[in-house]
């Protein structure tokens, strides 16, 4: 899976949108950055991903069934 990248700023909130690249993320936390003075926005990459798949076991019935 290839890296994502989010911006975040402590207080607002979980991050809306999932950039692509690191220059999109930047840029945005730019732009956010000029809009709310005095407030911090974090570009954030994503390191790894995990998945614990929900397992469907098929347990098959020789006997006859009694009805």
Request: aromatic letters at 10%; glycine letters at 4%; hydrophobic letters at 35%.
């Amino acid at each position: 899976m290839k890296p994502f990248y989010l911006v975040w700023s402590e207080g607002r909130g979980n991050p809306t949108y999932k950039h692509e690249n690191y220059a999109n993320a930047e840029r945005e936390a730019h732009r956010l950055a000029k809009l709310n003075p005095g407030e911090e926005f974090h570009v954030l990459v994503s390191s790894c991903t995990l998945h614990i798949p929900d397992p469907v076991i098929k347990t098959e019935h020789l006997e006859d069934m009694p009805f």
